[in-house]
């Protein structure tokens, strides 16, 4: 998983970083700093965003952008 693709599942829930952040569990700080690559996406962050329901959309975003 990528910032783009943190972005990605937030805009496409039509949400703004702070309820993202508090969907996934994690400060809103966090979410801005992933989103603009001043932080890496660690598994722990990776594993709340999979937990909070946007697996699907993960997936399909993956199948995407690498057969393309």
Do not use: P, W
């Amino acid at each position: 998983m990528d910032k783009d693709t943190i972005k990605l599942i937030r805009k496409s829930y039509n949400l703004n970083q702070r309820n993202f952040a508090e969907r996934v569990n994690c400060s809103f700080s966090l979410i801005a700093l992933v989103e603009v690559g001043k932080r890496r996406i660690t598994e722990d962050l990776e594993n709340k965003v999979k937990e909070a329901d946007f697996i699907v959309l993960i997936n399909v975003f993956h199948v995407r952008k690498y057969n393309t």
